[in-house]
């Protein structure tokens, strides 16, 4: 199979797992399936495919990181910005320092820089595994938020940390002083460079837009470019490209608040990193599976030059890794807990201690994934000197095991510690939403009004405009009726919410029709493609409101 085969079989591959978790009776996590099917993809192919650890990293981690910092909940990040500083920074140094020197004291052979690269890189938790496990189980969306908030910042704290330890194996030494000053520039370097591309590329957007119009397709693309444009900005200038993505990524969610991108060019850019999302992180998995059998071979050869014949030593580190993992994290959330309700207690406040299978939850939710093998496949192939790079093979397999194993103990552990729990019901986030609409329909009707008044005194029709406007308000006035529920109103409020589900049923029928109608004359002749094309598309968004 030669290389562009194998990486079309990857592809396959990736689209194929996703139809495979769904036809299994047991709940298989997305990334094993994946890493199955590549481990096939690697037993057809005859060349397998060369990794150049840049390229890779260039490739998979600023457009990953850009998403996560664009969609991670801002509400809960800052609600929750102490736990989530406390998991995502104290945790990372905690971990890079404890699993360092217990996988340095377990293999001696693995110098001490190196076996801090590997802490460092297994540090990063991956919330799109657990998502997956999640849609299954009954984890609260607090512990969710909280979740996503401590992986997009301990991906950028964790690969830091991965680049120094990397640094100093290949130089063999390490400043403190010097490390610290370039982590300050590293941090303020690359969210500097992350926010300035940008706003400057989205300003030098709008000008260009409301000067010479919007060309189909390019907002799209220019938004595919940000992530890597602040990343290679900030690696030329020395600073961190990998906080540059996360800081371009969270400055985008700010900017989509301006609300400038017309409707259809969200629709389609939400299609489209949905599918940038789902094809890299399915490809990494995947060309994990095809890399094993050789990594396994370097592992076997790292190990035998520690001393150890057996094969099965490499399972006992990887399960003493992977536990590891979870006991100084169960040890921190614990910690910081007691922490926590003491400073309380001391100001007077009353906190309830959260349920002790939640506390388990928390540090097992704690599966490694897509950064974590993203990162370690960049360890360099060779030393300074041009020597191999120590104990690299035995390195990526140790990540790519606790990966592995992280991932099935959450997948195993997670429903049955959270089966049958009862947990109070967020209020907060419903009221948010009914507070939303309340204003947002407010809003419409106002517009309604001054639209029609403006509309009639240009319009040779302008006997038509009220009773338009009044049948737009009318369904406004609905929605608000809606949200509104004191005493009587209940059972009028409940009549109207079955009257919208009967309607929307009736619509998507109509539609489901219109469309068939529309394909049927297509097929016959009767309209061009393009037609077909434009009715079909005004249809499926008209859909997509109902769903």
């Known amino acids: 199979m030669d290389a562009i085969e194998t990486v079309l079989a990857m592809l396959l591959a990736v689209v194929g797992s996703a139809y495979l978790v769904r036809l299994l009776p047991v709940a298989v996590p997305l990334p094993l399936m994946q890493i199955a099917l590549g481990f096939i993809v690697a037993a057809f192919s005859r060349h397998g495919i060369a990794l150049d650890p840049e390229f890779f990293f260039l490739l998979f981690l600023p457009p990953l990181l850009f998403l996560d910092g664009w969609r991670i909940p801002k509400s809960g990040l800052l609600r929750d910005r102490g736990v989530i500083l406390q998991l995502a920074l104290g945790l990372v140094v905690f971990t890079v320092l404890g699993m360092g020197l217990l996988i340095h004291w377990m293999i001696p052979a693995m110098p001490l820089a190196v076996a801090f690269a590997l802490a460092a890189i297994v540090s990063p938790t991956d919330p799109v595994a657990v998502s997956a496990i999640a849609s299954r189980t009954p984890i609260p969306k607090r512990l969710m938020h909280i979740l996503e908030g401590e992986s997009l910042l301990n991906d950028a704290s964790g690969l ?3 680049r120094f330890a990397v640094a ?33 590329i989205t300003l030098v957007q709008r000008w260009l837009t409301r000067h010479f119009g919007e060309p189909a397709g390019s907002p799209i693309l220019v938004n595919l470019l940000i992530p890597f444009g602040a990343y ?49 992180n399915g490809v990494m998995f995947v060309l994990l599976g095809e890399q094993l059998p050789g990594i396994l071979k370097g592992a076997r050869g ?11 030593w490499l399972v006992l580190y990887a399960v003493t890794i992977t536990v ?31 349920h002790w299978r939640l506390l388990l939850a928390t540090s097992l939710a704690g599966a490694r994934g897509a950064i974590t093998l993203a990162g370690v496949m960049t360890l360099p192939l060779v030393m300074a000197d041009g020597k191999p790079f120590p104990a690299r093979d035995l390195t990526i397999f140790l990540a790519s ?38 204003v947002a329909a407010n809003a419409a009707i106002a517009a309604i009004e001054k639209a029609q008044i403006e509309l009639m005194s240009t319009s040779m029709d302008a006997d038509l405009y009220p009773q338009a406007a009044s049948r ?27 009257l919208d589900m009967a ?35 005004e249809l499926d968004l008209s859909e997509a409101r109902f769903r």
């Open 160 to 162: 830091v940390c991965f």
């Open 401 to 438: 095991a606790v990966i592995l194993l992280s991932l099935l103990a959450a997948s195993i552990g997670l429903p049955r510690l959270l089966s049958g729990v009862e947990f109070p019901e967020e209020a907060e986030e419903s009221q948010e939403e009914d507070r939303a609409r309340e």
């Open 232 to 280: 290679l900005l900030a690696e030329h200038l020395q600073a961190s490209g990998i906080l540059a993505a996360v800081a371009a990524g969270v400055t985008m969610s700010y900017v989509e608040l301006s609300g400038h991108a017309l409707a259809a060019t969200r629709i389609q850019r939400s299609a489209v990193w949905d599918t940038v999302q789902f094809s890299l």
């Open 503 to 537: 309607e929307k049923a009736l619509r998507k029928s109509a539609l489901q029709a219109e469309r068939k109608a529309i394909f049927n004359l297509a097929r016959h002749g009767h309209i061009s493609d393009d037609i077909s094309r434009k009715l079909v598309r």
């Open 168 to 200: 100093a194996a290949l130089t063999g030494s390490f400043s403190l002083t010097s490390a610290t000053l370039t982590f300050v520039w590293l941090v303020a370097g690359g969210v500097a460079m992350g926010v300035g591309v940008t706003m400057l």
């Open 324 to 354: 590891g993992l979870m006991a100084l994290r169960f040890v921190w959330v614990w910690t910081s807990l007691k922490l926590t309700l003491y400073r309380k207690s001391r100001m007077g406040q009353n906190a309830e201690p959260p």
């Open 472 to 498: 737009v308000i009318a369904l406004y006035k609905h929605r608000l009726m809606e949200h509104q529920e004191p005493g009587q109103e209940q059972e009028r409020a409940r009549q109207f919410r079955k």
């Open 302 to 312: 790292s190990l035998e030059e520690a001393g150890h014949v057996n094969p099965w």
